[in-house]
Structure formats: structure tokens, C-alpha cells
């Protein structure tokens, strides 16, 4: 029986030239922005992107003329002034290989082989994109707990990124379905009768992650956004079987599942078990990194010694002791020490240095000096008379300093002891 998504003998023109666009477009993203689709092509990539590195700067500076060198390329963020050059040559490019294909390349009646390798490829990167940010909210690791510092930032200093981590971070039972959703998207997305349903999965967890990143500032649009798109793309082939079923109430007739085989058998085997072994690859290695990554860091990392947070109860400089007024720039207030090596002190008048904090556990010393001074050192030494109870003694500059602590019980802070309830008479927003 014939079904909808038989596939044409002839294209319509413009339908030709969208998929020459879209295969240099889409092949182009994935080649400078291969996201580790494919077993060590992070080591490839640093070796073949340096000449590319030099050429957009060249671009910035002599033919876009931006108003400052580029100088960042992709890093934490991925929407630096760079990767906006690049996702912009990528179109010139697609653009130009367009007019030219099309131009030379006027008799082919269609590309119904390409077009299926090509959303071959697009699933297949779109699914392992899904299942490595999946797994990392899966375990946890993306969107830790709201950290020390965050715990005492007042929210209005929190920036949007910061404000949507916290969000994220507070509850595992929310990282658990959003990392479940990106992983079901991803399976799906490896097989051709579940692929409509993991790009109607992905169209929707993609664009909420869309959202977030342009509704919070955080600096992953252009990747989301081509995830979207891409997901759309994988849509286009269903979409009037799509429009029929959701919109006109019509009957929906059954997808072409069949691929596009080689005449070689072995060339098809081949093909399978490179399928398999690549989705074993990514599932396996993306949960044995992540694992290992708990003991490093997230909510399941070790804790530094001293960890938590400690509000000053006296204050002895020079054996006087220095009464906690609200204008005094040099006392301390509270003593923060989230990570092994960073301390964090915030002064009566809520200012707040960083602290380079170097503990030793056998001798209880420890040496801290502002990252912008290092000559400037404090020794002490530590002890700790009672539980939750920490005594610093030590000398800073002429200054003989003598400084009792007590351990804050984080269970006071409201957004950690409030919990989960299943019944509320009132809401409890505060």
C-alpha cells in the first residue's frame, strides 16, 4: 500500500535547494562543534581548529571590523563573540555551496538518499547531545545544591544564570525528570520507527531548554537553539502526517521506515555494529564519567576540611576586643569555607574578600592572603574547643588576632528545611 511518506521520484526546486542548504549547513555546525559525538574527536578537535581560530579573528578584524579583537574563543560559554562568527561563516558558507550546487546540478530528480543519511547523522547528534547533558542531571552533576556562598547571597545579587542554577540545583526530584526526559529523547532518536517520537521529544525539551538559556542569560543559546532546529528539521519529513493527526483530524498514513541500504552485505552488517557499538559507547561511557565525576564534584563530592559557615563571636586584635559595629570595615563577621582551598569573609559592613586558604591538618595551621595580594598573609593556627566551635590564633601583619567561631546549622536556612510537603493548608511562599 502506498503511504504519505513514499518518497518522491521528483523535487520541487525549492525543496532541492533546502537540502543542499541543510547538509552543508547541519555538517558544517557538527564539524566545529563536534559536542563529543564520536569516540576522542575532542582530540581531533583541538588539533584542527587552530587555523580556524586564527581565521576568524582575521574575519572580526578586516572584514566584519568589530570594535575589539577576538580574543575568547569557546570555553564555558559557548556564545562568545567567536562562536557568533562562526555560526555566521557557516551560513555564508551553506548560502554560497547552495547557489553553486544548485547552479552546476540541475538534472538530479531528487536526494532522497541524502536526505535520509542526513537525518541520519542529525538524530544520531542530536541523541548523544541528549544523553550526555541528560546523564550529568541524571547523576546530579550539572546542577549542584545551592552552595555556602549561595545559601547567604541576597537574591537580588544573584545574577540570571545564577538564579536559574540555584532553581535547578535545589531539587533532585526536578534534575531526575528533566535528565530523564533528555535521555529518553536520545534512545528514541537511535532508531528509525522511535524517531518521530524522540524528535517530538526532543522539539519539546530542547525548546525549554531554549527558553531557559535566553529567558536566564545563559550562555548556550546557540546550541539550543540548533538543537531545535534540528529537531524541527527531523520533523519536516512527518509533517504532513503530523498536521493531519494533531490539527485536521485525518487519518494518519504509516511512515516509509525502510532505509537505505548498501548493495554490499557486509557493508550493511558493518553498519549495524558501528551503530550498536557507538550507542554502547556513549550509554557506557557517559555513566562511568559521571560517576567518577561524583567523587570530584557535586552534591556527593567529599566535603574540605572545616567545610560550612561560621558566624564570628569575638573578635580580639591586639588583646582588645573589637565590638561588632556595623561600620567597621576590618572585623569579621562570618567565615565561609566552601572548597579546599578558598575561604570567603564577609566584614561587618557586608563587604566580602576571597581568601587563597592553605589548611594543614597535621600541623592545624593554615596561611590565607587575598588572590589579589598574596603578600599579604595571615597565620594561624586552628583548634576546635568544642563541636561546631573553631578558634583561630594567629598574626596578620604586626596585628596578633584571636578569633572565636561557631558553625552555622544550615538546617536553619529556610530553603533547606522546608522540605517536601504533601499537604499545605496555606501557601508557603516567602
Known amino acids: 500500500m502506498k503511504t504519505i511518506d513514499d518518497e518522491p521520484v521528483h523535487w520541487s526546486a525549492a525543496r532541492k535547494i533546502a537540502l543542499r542548504f541543510f547538509l552543508v549547513f547541519f555538517l558544517l555546525y557538527i564539524f566545529f562543534n563536534p559536542n563529543g559525538v564520536l569516540p576522542y574527536v575532542d582530540v581531533l578537535y583541538e588539533k584542527y581548529i587552530e587555523p580556524f581560530h586564527s581565521l576568524v579573528v582575521w574575519l572580526g578584524s578586516h572584514v566584519l571590523h568589530?570594535?575589539?579583537?577576538?580574543?575568547?574563543?569557546?570555553?564555558?560559554?559557548?556564545d562568545t563573540t567567536y562562536d557568533y562568527v562562526i555560526m555566521l561563516l557557516i551560513f555564508v558558507l551553506a548560502v554560497v555551496c547552495a547557489i553553486i550546487w544548485s547552479l552546476a546540478d540541475r538534472k538530479t530528480r531528487n536526494y532522497n538518499k541524502l536526505f535520509y543519511w542526513l537525518t541520519v547523522v542529525v538524530r544520531y547528534y542530536v541523541a548523544i547531545t541528549m544523553l550526555t547533558y541528560g546523564f550529568v542531571k541524571v547523576i546530579k552533576l550539572q546542577f549542584p545544591s545551592p552552595d555556602l556562598n549561595r545559601l547567604l547571597e541576597p537574591i537580588g545579587d544573584a545574577s540570571p544564570m545564577g538564579l536559574a542554577w540555584t532553581y535547578m540545583g535545589y531539587s533532585y526530584g526536578f534534575n531526575l525528570f528533566t535528565g530523564l526526559g533528555e535521555v529518553t529523547c536520545g534512545l528514541l532518536l537511535f532508531f528509525r520507527r522511535?524517531?518521530?517520537?524522540?524528535?517530538?521529544?526532543?522539539l519539546v525539551v530542547a525548546g525549554n531548554i531554549m527558553a531557559i538559556n535566553y529567558a536566564f542569560d545563559v550562555p548556550v543559546k546557540l546550541l539550543s537553539t540548533m538543537l531545535t532546529v534540528m529537531c524541527l528539521f527531523l520533523l519536516s519529513k512527518d509533517a504532513a502526517r503530523l498536521?493531519?493527526?494533531?490539527?485536521?483530524?485525518?487519518?494518519?498514513?504509516?511512515?516509509?521506515?525502510?532505509p537505505h541500504t548498501f548493495k554490499k552485505r557486509w557493508a550493511n552488517i558493518t553498519t549495524t555494529v558501528v551503530k550498536y557499538l557507538l550507542i554502547?559507547?556513549?550509554?557506557?561511557?557517559?555513566l562511568v564519567s559521571d560517576i567518577q565525576a561524583m567523587s570530584q564534584y557535586g552534591d556527593h563530592a567529599p566535603k574540605p576540611p572545616l567545610w560550612g559557615i561560621y558566624q564570628v563571636k569575638s573578635f580580639i586584635r591586639n588583646h582588645d576586643t573589637v565590638p561588632?559595629?556595623?561600620t567597621d570595615t576590618m572585623r569579621w563577621n562570618k567565615l565561609i569555607l566552601p572548597y579546599n582551598s578558598t575561604a570567603r569573609v564577609i566584614f561587618m559592613d557586608d563587604s566580602t574578600r576571597y581568601y587563597n586558604w592553605k589548611l594543614d591538618t597535621v600541623?592545624?595551621?593554615?596561611?590565607?592572603f587575598p588572590y589579589t595580594d598574596s603578600l599579604n598573609k595571615g597565620t594561624y593556627t586552628y583548634s576546635m574547643p568544642k563541636k561546631d566551635e573553631l578558634l583561630l590564633k594567629g598574626v596578620k601583619r604586626s596585628d596578633s588576632l584571636e578569633i572565636w567561631l561557631k558553625k552555622v546549622d544550615l538546617k536553619k536556612f529556610r530553603l533547606i528545611n522546608r522540605g517536601f510537603n504533601w499537604i499545605n493548608e496555606y501557601p508557603y511562599n516567602r
Request: aromatic share 8%.
Open 243 to 258: 498536521i493531519n493527526f494533531f490539527i485536521l483530524n485525518k487519518p494518519a498514513a504509516p511512515a516509509n521506515l525502510t
Open 363 to 368: 600541623k592545624h595551621t593554615v596561611v590565607m
Open 194 to 202: 522511535t524517531s518521530t517520537l524522540g524528535a517530538l521529544l526532543g
Open 280 to 286: 554502547v559507547y556513549v550509554l557506557a561511557g557517559n
Open 324 to 326: 561588632p559595629l556595623t
Open 66 to 78: 568589530l570594535a575589539k579583537p577576538i580574543t575568547t574563543f569557546t570555553n564555558g560559554s559557548g
